[in-house]
């Protein structure tokens, strides 16, 4: 009886537990060494790139032409993921009048945007126990 207590208990943790990985994001091409980079992780359709509804996202001071992002213990599963090079550090993306960007930006899967935002499955990507990805930017 206390066998089948132990295992039942033991497989019962084992369910709960989530596995956890690790992602690290590259951008290679960044072309002035000035401002910050914001990047945006989103693992679900409804929220992706929508201000203020990122899963996860990290904002650094420009030091190099290539910079270099880790998100650290993320629940394995699918995301995307979202950048732009804010080159004046005024807290967003500009755009022009017919809202396309003035400043770098970039999707994961390297997705171009023709006439239209990305979506989601356009960008979505599995995340293992260690994933490396890079996205060039678009000026």
Do not use: W
């Amino acid at each position: 009886m206390k066998y089948m207590l132990v295992l039942v208990l033991f497989f019962g943790l084992q369910k709960g537990y989530a596995q956890q990985g690790q992602l690290k994001i590259t951008v290679p091409n960044v072309n002035k060494i000035e401002g910050k980079i914001q990047v945006s992780l989103y693992n679900t359709k409804d929220r992706f790139i929508r201000k203020g509804q990122e899963y996860k996202s990290q904002t650094r001071k420009v030091n190099s032409n290539s910079e270099t992002f880790i998100f650290k213990d993320l629940p394995v599963g699918t995301y995307a993921v979202a950048l732009y090079h804010d080159e004046n550090s005024d807290g967003k993306c500009n755009t022009n009048l017919i809202g396309i960007p003035k400043e770098g930006y970039g999707f994961s899967q390297n997705f171009k945007p023709s006439l239209s935002a990305p979506k989601f499955d356009d960008a979505k990507f599995k995340l293992e126990k260690e994933t490396e990805i890079i996205i060039k930017l678009i000026y």
